[in-house]
Structures are given as structure tokens and as C-alpha cells.
């Protein structure tokens, strides 16, 4: 029996990469077949090939743009479109798996192991996060030839400086704004500088307010771009995910609880430290 995943990655650029790159190395190990549908929607309105493209070195992966009638048979059953898809899913395919169920976890280091789908042909699966982890998992998504040529516009400078990188959640994500407060990173940098004269921060934010407060205060210390960020736009997401790239050539990252900082410290290994209230009252009582 050859068994078919069809993955439809909701949420924003973070989330949709998790479940790509952890689904995509789950199947690959499987030697089970994928198809990654890609949707596009007011929280991330451009198309897949704008950003990346899959390694032609795995065979068994196909990505493509949702089509007109994938809106109806396969697109995320939610109340915007009454959820009517899920109807034609049950009867399209063997499994059906959705994220708001909770009922597809393994986090299997070793998926030769991991057996709970191998009765089902095809496989439907929503997914904003990961499944199954691999310490290659990020490494078959490819940055396009423009994605990459603005990468290199800024890093180009990187060489000539320490950069550490800044990831400031806020305009859409409660949590960040609630337990990750800009005056933990003014701390965190202060450190920074008192440790290394030399240091410079790469800040990426969806707040203008939160970049003009931190040039500021720290002046040509910190590289940022002034454009807003806007994800129904293409070009807004086109530069939301030139800042992901970017965060990973950083040395080291300072981040809220996101999928957007996780994905840029995963890309490249580089270090990411977590500034939560919950994370700096631990550290002084220590």
C-alpha cells in the first residue's frame, strides 16, 4: 500500500513552517508521499512560491497553491466557511486530522516507530505546529533566489559587528505583550553592550512604536527596517520572512514565546533565549 499525506498548513509564517518541516521529514523517514496544499488568507496573503521552494532532492514531496475548488474540498473546515470542506474530507479521505481535535501527537524521535496511521491510504492532516521533530527538519526548505538577495542586502554588514538579534512580538500575539514586556529586552541589550562595546541588534517587530522607542534609545546600535508590516499584503509577508531569515545569521537571539523566533533560531542552531516575566523571576531568584 503506498500511503498518501495531503497537508494543509494553517496560522502564520512560523506556525505554517513548523508543520511543514516536521511533517515533510516525518514522511520522508516513513517513505510515505506528501502533498502540501497552500493557502492563502487574510493572516498570510502570498503564495508559497514567493518564499521558498522544497529540496527537488525529496521525491516524495510536492507542494503547490491552493486552486479555486481546493477552497471547497480541502481547505481548513472553520466557521468562515460554515465547514462545509470537512464534509467532502471524510469522504475523500481514509483519516482526517484536524489541530483543533488534538488528536495527532507523537513527537517520536524515531518514526519507524510511530504506527497509529499506517492502516490509512490517505491521510488528511491541518496542521499550525509540530508533529514530529528531527534535528534536520528545517533543512529541506529553500529560500528563492529573491528571498536570499535581500537576506545578503543586510547581512552583508553582519561581518563587521556582533549582531545579536531582537524578536518583538506584538500587534496580534496577547501572550508576547502580556509576558514578554519591552523592558525585559531594554535589560537584556544593556547586558549586551556592557558585555561587548562593539555589539549591534537586528530588530524585527510588527510594532513601529517598539522600533522608534529602541532607536531611541540606542541609536545606530540598532538595524531594523521602518516598513510596516502588514501579512494580508504580499509584500508584507515577502518582508516578514526576509526578517526570519535574517534573525537566524544573528549570533544569538532574544525572543518572546512565538513560532516566529523558534523557526528563526531552529533555521541556523544559533541560540535563542526566552525573555518571559516568568523567565526573568526565575533568573533573580537565582
Known sequence: MIQTFTLIPVGGLGNRFEAMSSILCFCR??????????????????????????????????????????FVLRDNPRRRNLWVPRLFENFI????IYYQDNNFSAHDKSPKNDVQLDSFRHIYIVACGVYWKSFDMYNYVCLNDNIEKKVC??????PRYNIIGIHIRRTDNRNTIKHSPTNLFIEAMNQEIENDENVRFFLASDSLEEKIRLINLYGD?????????KRDTEEGIIDAFVEINVLSRTKKLYAGNSSYARISASLSGIEMKLLTNETHKNHVSD
Open 29 to 70: 523517514e516513513k517513505r510515505r508521499n506528501l502533498e502540501i496544499i497552500w493557502f492563502k488568507d487574510h493572516g498570510l496573503n502570498c503564495d508559497f512560491d514567493k518564499l521558498f521552494y522544497i529540496d527537488p532532492r525529496i521525491e516524495n514531496v510536492k507542494i503547490r497553491n491552493a486552486k479555486g475548488s481546493d
Open 153 to 158: 542586502e543586510i547581512t552583508s554588514l553582519f
Open 93 to 96: 479521505y481514509d483519516k482526517c
Open 221 to 229: 546600535r540598532i538595524i531594523t527596517s521602518m516598513k510596516e508590516v
